[in-house]
């Protein structure tokens, strides 16, 4: 569901909603439909079938096709319907917010978690914040995009979050800050001939570039404040990016180009010491012999000790028309308990966004779960506004005017601050 690639006992409890809890999603349902009249609800123990909208292939179908089983086996009322989406982040937009603007056809949404305030600023999704979900239970980044106005409209499913992978046989302790990232990369290069480059990130006009740019404000103590963006620390953040191209030279050029399937090839061709990826990378180096034994996965090191790490993934949502929010709601629980989203991280490599579900057993099955977790614990939300993708669109040309040597990066934060803030629809407190 996100833009990059993700990677991916017994029955969990059953849990059924309050009275006063699903009398409160009603009330909120109404609320947020574009209908004057509420949407008449069916009983969960009544006989329905619930639509989910959600994409997935290979692994991740399969582990959605189990899923589902397991619940319409514990709720045989119930049945689960897919509509599929399409592969593109943009196009599985398109879809949604076609279906959502029609009023017919969806019940359960996988959605980006950058997606939370524009569906709800839209009434499209239902106020979650009354159904008794433990918010205590999810990574505080996940949770953060999972919310908007103070208000969960959300609930977190599959966490992604971005960290630096790098090579314990050529760097043998994690760097603590950017300049020891820049002098164990350089090392590496003097040392290993077979090396074409120290640190691989993908630096291309499109939403990873900004899912880096967090990563690296994080190592400065920076952040992507839109109402002050042309802060020191972001100042640094930027010229860290430019100058492992064009000073440091253990990024290439050709990272100006580069997406994460780019800087995949390069880790696990062993051409490179670091590089910025995402989870799946993990699991997919386990199976090559020469990485298997040698990877780490650390948070972008930081200078000022509070690091942050870019938040991808998927969470989900009840549509505000929808006419079964109880079982909407129990097909959710269920999806989101422990022993589900451990079964589905075996099968399919979906890092769990519980954080429950980090136990002894998961780490027997996939050991490098473990490390996950200081990662995942950073994982910072991009800017919660509506009007996200243009403003995604400002910070890329940002970013790309910066690497390309076309604006220092005092100018370019300070330009990209103005044009965001003539965007119909923005506010600095959304």
């Known amino acids: 569901m996100t833009f990059f690639s993700t990677l991916r006992s017994g029955h969990p409890a059953r849990r059924t ?38 994409d997935g292939l290979g692994g991740e179908g399969q582990a959605t096709t189990a899923a589902i089983a397991g619940f319409e086996k514990q709720y045989p009322n119930i049945k689960v319907q897919v509509f ?67 208000k969960l409209y959300a609930v977190p499913w599959i966490i992604n979050a971005e960290g630096v992978y790098y090579r314990t046989d050529l760097v043998k302790t994690a760097p603590a800050t950017p300049d020891a990232l820049v002098a164990d990369a350089k090392a590496a290069l003097a040392s290993d001939k077979s090396l074409k480059e120290g640190f691989a990130w993908e630096g291309a006009k499109y939403e990873g570039s900004v899912c880096a740019l967090v990563d690296f404000l994080g190592g400065f103590g920076g952040k992507l404040d839109l109402a002050n963006l042309n802060t020191a620390a972001n100042q640094q953040a ?122 002894p057993a998961l780490y027997a099955a996939a050991p490098y779960y473990q490390a996950e977790q200081a990662v995942f614990a950073a994982s910072t939300a991009r800017p919660s506004s509506p009007v996200y993708q243009q403003i995604s669109e400002v910070l890329q040309t940002m970013i790309s005017t910066v690497l390309a040597g076309q604006a220092a990066p005092s100018a370019a934060l300070s330009s990209a601050q103005a044009q965001i803030q003539q965007i119909p629809g923005y506010s600095a407190s959304s």
């Open 84 to 150: 599929n989406l399409a592969s593109s982040a943009s196009d599985q937009l398109t879809q949604l917010q076609q279906r959502f603007q029609a009023g017919t056809g969806l019940d359960v949404v996988d959605a980006d978690v950058t997606w939370t305030p524009q569906f709800a600023a839209a009434g499209y999704v239902q106020d979650l914040s009354g159904a008794g979900f433990d918010t205590s239970a999810y990574f505080p980044g996940q949770l953060a995009s999972a919310q908007y106005t103070g």
């Open 17 to 54: 909603l309050t009275s006063a809890a699903l009398a409160a999603l009603l009330g909120a349902a109404a609320a947020c439909s574009s209908s004057s009249a509420p949407t008449p609800q069916t009983s969960a123990n009544a006989q329905q079938t619930i639509v989910f909208a959600t």
């Open 238 to 359: 930027l010229q860290f990016m430019y100058e492992t191209i064009h000073k440091d030279g253990i990024t290439p050029q050709a990272a100006t180009a580069w997406q994460e399937s780019d800087v995949q090839s390069a880790w696990e061709s062993g051409q490179t010491a670091f590089a910025l990826n995402w989870p799946y990378e993990y699991a997919s180096s386990e199976k090559i012999a020469a990485l298997k034994s040698d990877t780490a996965w650390i948070p972008f090191p930081s200078a000022t000790g509070s690091a942050a790490t870019a938040l991808g993934g998927h969470n989900l949502m009840v549509a505000a028309k929808s006419a079964h929010t109880a079982a909407d709601l129990e097909f959710i629980k269920y999806l989101t308990s422990a022993s589900v989203e451990v079964s589905r991280a075996e099968s399919a490599g979906d890092p769990p966004s519980v954080k429950s579900a980090y136990t």
